[in-house]
């Protein structure tokens, strides 16, 4: 019957972040998950920001130490064999200038199991069990429910719960957020696994850094990725309508392999085993959103919330930031701080600010492809560079003037009806 002060819902990289961040803040969290650690998992290449955040944390070390490739940028190739180049760079804090920077493609086995190591050596409470159901009184959430590997169900008391169960949108599923509704993408399936030998691209300059994350298109939502994460160690997947794959009438594997040498001509070349390290799976529906995901006694963070398409890999980044606003929303909440602005109210806020604009890049790229492509090699390239950073918060992006001219062009399109619940 002990109470915690706050329960994490997921060990992933949102819940070992929030953990961390409230421990520098002298809050010592319980953190609940139902798998083991190392376990596999997608969303291996980080954004500039992302890779400042594991600085932030102290963890650049433990990084540097598993031999993770390092990223310098993402190449994205037309059918056409047409790059465009994105250069990971940060911005000086005195001079604002835009400064070479690096960040890292990781395994995810390893990388979440990083995190969630660093958050229990500094204090993190851990509990292996699987989430069962919110408590409430009288409408506020006072706790987590859950059932141990014995099969016992445990009530667990706490002042503030928080959702970190990515795709699995623990609060939004028993309808302690707003409705889940389908996002723009969820009618796609992405079919992934993990090859060996592939060509990689070997040269001085950045754009030609072997642990680069490259992006493959066909045509419209069809898509592939490939990043390196470890020495000859190729993380690949398709991402295409969930009709296309069906028409195909092949299982995972026969259609992972078929498209990875078919897609796009610059993808074939690099081609040289379609054989698997990794069992091939697949993800489907992945696109929705939430409302009201903050409240009397809980919060959620990345996926646990929104979700958009993973073509330009701001997952972890979304989550790893999300935690840290979501901590200091809770220390100010725990320690009473009283301003006209609910704390939680000001976590929303900010997020959706960060949401929209990734929501605005992947929507113009795929909406306006000419135009997106003009942005990224034109005279304001420095502000998809910042998009891509994930500079999404604050006066950076409000002032993005190629950001800007995205919300224009795609004003019309969001006027027209959204989707039905899912």
């Not at 991402?239 to 028409?247: C, D, L, M, N, T």
Request: aromatic share 10%; hydrophobic share 35%; with cysteine.
């Amino acid at each position: 019957m002990k109470r915690r002060q706050v329960i994490i819902i997921g060990g992933g990289p949102g819940g070992s972040a929030t953990a961390l961040y409230l421990i520098k803040a002298g809050i010592k969290p319980l953190i609940v998950e139902r798998q083991s650690f190392p376990r596999y998992h997608i969303g291996e290449s980080l954004s500039g920001e992302c890779g400042n955040a594991v600085r932030k944390l102290n963890l650049d070390d433990e990084l540097t130490a598993q031999n993770y490739p390092v990223k310098h940028g993402v190449n994205v190739y037309s059918p056409r064999g047409t790059p465009f180049w994105v250069e990971v760079k940060a911005r000086c804090p005195e001079t604002n200038c835009l400064l070479p920077n690096v960040t890292w493609s990781v395994a995810r086995s390893s990388f979440d199991k990083i995190l969630l190591d660093a958050a229990r050596e500094r204090g993190a409470e851990y509990m292996e069990g699987d989430a069962v159901a919110a408590l409430q009184d009288d409408g506020r959430i006072i706790g987590l429910q859950i059932r141990t590997p014995a099969g016992a169900l445990e009530n667990l008391y706490c002042d503030v719960l928080v959702d970190c169960s990515g795709q699995a949108t623990f609060l939004a599923n028993r309808g302690i957020t707003g409705p889940k509704v389908k996002g723009s993408y969820s009618n796609q399936i992405a079919v992934f696994s993990q090859i060996e030998d592939m060509i990689l691209d070997s040269g001085d300059e950045p754009s030609k850094k072997p642990g680069n994350t490259l992006i493959f298109y066909k045509e419209r939502d069809h898509w592939a990725w490939t990043i390196p994460i470890a020495p000859n160690v190729i993380s690949i997947g398709v991402v295409a309508p969930s009709g296309h794959f069906k028409q195909q009438g092949l299982d995972k594997t026969e259609y992972l392999r078929k498209e990875m040498t078919t897609l796009n001509p610059d993808l074939t070349r690099r081609i040289t085993k379609t054989s698997f390290l990794e069992e091939v799976r697949a993800i489907t529906s992945y696109s929705y959103s939430t409302t009201d995901y903050a409240g009397d006694g809980f919060i959620c963070v990345g996926d646990s919330h929104v979700f958009t398409d993973p073509i330009f890999s701001f997952g972890v980044f979304l989550a790893m930031r999300e935690a840290e606003f979501a901590a200091e929303a809770i220390t100010k909440r725990l320690g009473g701080v009283r301003n006209d602005k609910d704390p939680f109210e000001e976590y929303i806020e900010a997020t959706i600010e960060g949401q929209d604009a990734i929501r605005d890049v992947i929507d113009t790229f795929w909406e306006y492809p000419l135009v997106f492509t003009r942005m990224a090699s034109g005279p304001h390239q420095d502000d998809i560079t910042d998009l891509f950073a994930g500079r999404v918060y604050g006066d950076i992006v409000r002032n993005n003037v190629s950001r800007n001219a995205m919300r224009r062009l795609l004003a019309e399109r969001r006027a027209r009806p959204v989707s039905a619940e899912v």
